[in-house]
């Protein structure tokens, strides 16, 4: 692949970037063929002088086309993923950017530009971060990419933030080095406490959350496919001495009270081994010593069909060398599968290693595959021994020891793994901080006691505080139980009212009281069904945005205290800081119905009801018949009032946005004017309608699918009100903007297919 030069830079806006050979005949996807088309409405809804019958309107052709055709084709034949073909070649040095639109592109074999599409940078971001170019460094090159995905998703929006709140934690001022030692979106309080102490005569803290406790403390995420924020957090508190942490920075980091060293490696097929040696002098709570098979039995036993059993669903461990059809599969009888995990091993009780498998190297957080947290071995395989002969850990025969259909081990893990009892949460020691020491399923209140065996976390702290309790807490009335004494802090407090009472106890209460905030690392947003409706085009969720007005709604909605954001990040993030570095722009959306009429009529939404030009009332956009499928044909609005109809074979859209919105939300309930009852959105010819319901049935329409039981099989709605978050270690989107129809329904972020991922293939 030769490397972009300066010559291509004026043939970017000129080139069509949606094919890369072969039988493709779509249009450019060129900005320059925005303007022409834009010109080509203008001289189109220009009356004809010399002709006295009306005049007809020019269809005008999108980008988004290209995508609606692909189901009339097959993937991997006639066309593919513009990474699939060319991603494993690419560095960030093969990059060119239009100094315009901020777009990337590259050239193909035969010399042609090839824009990149969400897809190609998603993946490009965490597998393709070599140092090249002008980037010096792993950070530069992902923080490059990060930044040509911002601003193509910022292009793109497949969904439009609407506000980003402050945060504001409320602490007992008992509580001290919280000013020293502050919570941020990474950091917590369960995290920050270790850093903290206690003035309350029994050095106790309270914590609280509003999520229930089931007293799953052993495993939060045991048979669940996504565990409580509370259980989460206890388990956080408990399990600890890991590998590999997260900082409070937000960023994955070696951790060095535990890793004595460590050693990276790649073989010649490109599988890449982390050796990791811990220290000899890390102990459980009761002073029995941590080794390296307590690092490594909760891998091992998970990935079996023992714990498939027990648990109810698999653990995938689709990264490590030999489990895919291999380990996944052994159940302790001969040609099951095979009975080695080739890719962990076990040299002695203080080393160990994890090999990943090529398909997933390199990757940019690779250290995360090197995370293993210490959980007493017997916990998870009873009496069985993990074993190493020299080809990869294997488990004893007694742990697949069966009492007919039935795996026994499976019982015992189900019992560690739920059993909320007192007796159950003393039978095995803690690696954390914190051990507990009991439950209470009347009020759902656990208390944890200080582990005084605990090394301390990555930066070598301990915990001084003694006791934790921790309980749910009901929002209504925690600011109450906070004054009462029944809590030592009330955390991430946002909205207007509620924050201002907040701010007011702590500023009237003579120094009892204390607070800090930070920015949340995500927002409230208007999400879409990005490939259905309306919504599946751009220039419609581009209108949307140019008819709200998002600060004065960030503003209402958190009483002043949040703003919103341009894109899916968090300003507080190191690749936000870098890529802001690197000179990124982004499109603020600022209010304007001038604009919103703009980028419609540029897109072709231009034809009324009868498929003649648009004059009032709600415009309809022209889909070819061989083009449109069957849920777009019976695309209407909530009421029937507006229906997609057919004119001579093609189809007519229109332009009604239907939304589906959560019951007993403010969010939704202030999206009434900001959104429905907008004048802007009256005045740029599109109608908004709106459902009131649940949260569960809100998902099944977005997925159009009864993962919950609710979806009647019907799509309806393109719009939907929620939240999303950047909390994470790993911002890491790849496949998540796939247009592998294999991939599509499970990996989908947005249900968005970009047009210049699309790669069409040679006849």
């Not at 972009?4 to 890369?20: E, K, N, P, S, T």
């Not at 259980?231 to 890991?242: F, H, K, M, R």
């Not at 307590?294 to 648990?311: F, N």
């Not at 069904?529 to 709604?553: L, N, W």
Request: with cysteine; proline share 3%; charged share 20%.
């Amino acid at each position: 692949m030769k490397k972009l030069v300066a010559l291509f830079l004026a043939m970017i806006l000129v080139i069509g970037a949606a094919a890369c050979t072969g039988n493709n005949n779509n249009s450019s996807a060129a900005e320059s063929s925005k303007a022409a088309e834009s010109s080509k409405a203008e001289e189109a809804s220009t009356p004809a002088e010399s002709s006295e019958e009306e005049p007809e309107v020019e269809p005008i052709w999108s980008n988004e086309f290209d995508v609606m055709t692909l189901g009339n084709y097959e993937y991997g034949t006639d066309y593919v993923s513009l990474y699939d073909k060319y991603g494993a070649d690419i560095t960030i040095a093969d990059v060119v950017e239009d100094p315009d639109t901020g777009f990337a592109y590259i050239t193909d074999e035969n010399g042609e530009l090839q824009e990149l599409g969400l897809d190609f940078l998603t993946m490009a971001m965490v597998y393709n971060d070599e140092p090249a170019g002008d980037y010096a460094t792993t950070d530069d090159v992902y923080a490059a990419w990060w930044r040509l995905y911002i601003t193509r998703w910022n292009a793109l929006l497949p969904e439009v933030p609407l506000y980003s709140n402050e945060y504001y934690d409320l602490y007992n001022a008992q509580i001290k080095g919280v000013e020293e030692h502050p919570t941020n979106p990474f950091w917590s309080p369960v995290n920050a406490l270790i850093d903290w102490t206690s003035e309350k005569p029994d050095n106790d803290i309270i914590l609280g959350n509003s999520t229930e406790l089931s007293g799953q403390f052993r495993s939060a995420s045991f048979g669940k496919s996504s565990p409580g924020a509370s259980d989460n957090d206890i388990n956080g508190l408990t399990t600890e001495l890991s590998t590999v942490v997260t900082t409070k920075e937000g960023g994955y980091a070696w951790n060095d009270t535990v890793v004595k060293s460590h050693e990276e490696s790649e073989d010649a097929d490109g599988n890449k081994t982390f050796k990791i040696e811990i220290y000899d002098d890390l102990q459980f709570s009761d002073g029995s010593p941590v080794t390296a098979k307590d690092y490594l039995a909760t891998t091992m036993a998970s990935l079996t069909p023992v714990w498939t059993q027990a648990a109810g669903r698999e653990t995938s461990g689709l990264t490590i060398l030999g489990w895919k059809d291999q380990y996944q599969t052994y159940d302790g009888t001969e040609g099951s599968g095979t009975k080695e995990l080739a890719g962990i091993r076990m040299y002695d009780d203080y080393n160990f290693s994890v090999t990943i498998a090529s398909d997933y190297i390199p990757y940019f957080y690779d250290i995360s595959y090197a995370g293993f947290s210490a959980v007493y071995a017997a916990q998870w395989i009873g009496d069985a021994e993990i074993v190493d002969d020299g080809n990869g850990c294997y488990l004893s025969d007694d742990f697949y020891a069966k009492d007919g259909d039935n795996f026994v081990m499976a019982q015992h893990i189900k019992d560690t793994a739920l059993l909320t009892t007192e007796e159950a949460y003393a039978a095995y020691p803690w690696s954390g901080p914190y051990a507990v020491q009991s439950f209470d399923t009347t009020d759902s209140t656990a208390v944890l006691v200080r582990n005084e065996y605990y090394k301390g976390n990555y930066e070598g702290a301990k915990p001084s505080i003694d006791r934790i309790t921790y309980k749910r807490v009901v929002s209504a009335t925690q600011l109450e139980d906070f004054k009462a004494g029944g809590l030592d802090v009330i955390a991430a407090i946002t909205g207007g009212a509620e924050t201002d009472e907040a701010l007011a106890l702590a500023d009237s209460s003579n120094g009892a009281y204390v607070y800090t905030h930070y920015s949340r690392a995500g927002y409230g947003k208007l999400g879409f069904r990005a490939d259905y409706g309306p919504a599946q085009f751009q220039s419609v969720r581009q209108a949307i945005a140019f008819c709200m007005d998002r600060a004065q709604f960030a503003k209402d909605f958190t009483g002043g205290y949040g703003g919103v954001v341009d894109g899916p990040y968090y300003t507080g993030s190191w690749m936000y800081k870098a890529a802001m570095d690197q000179g990124m722009l982004l499109n603020s959306y600022a209010t304007s119905s001038d604009s919103a009429i703009e980028v419609l009529e540029a897109d072709g939404w231009i034809f009324g009801a009868d498929g003649k030009e648009y004059t009032e009332g709600v415009r309809y956009k022209m889909i070819p018949g061989d083009v449109i499928n069957e849920n777009d044909k019976n695309y209407q609005s909530v009421d029937g009032e507006y229906k997609t109809v057919e004119i001579d074979g093609n189809y007519y859209m229109p332009l009604v946005i239907n939304w589906y919105g959560t019951a007993d939300n403010p969010f939704t309930d202030l999206l009434q004017t900001g959104l429905k009852e907008n004048a802007n959105v009256e005045a740029c010819g599109m109608k908004v309608y709106n459902t009131i319901g649940d949260f569960a049935p809100m998902l099944d329409e977005l997925y159009q699918a009864a993962v919950y039981g609710y979806y009647a099989g019907t799509p309806m709605y393109c719009a939907f009100n929620f939240a999303t978050g950047f909390n994470s270690a790993a911002y890491d989107y790849s496949f998540n903007m796939t247009i592998d129809p294999a991939m599509y329904d499970d990996y989908s972020a947005y249900y968005i297919k970009d047009y210049a991922d699309v790669c069409w293939l040679n006849d």
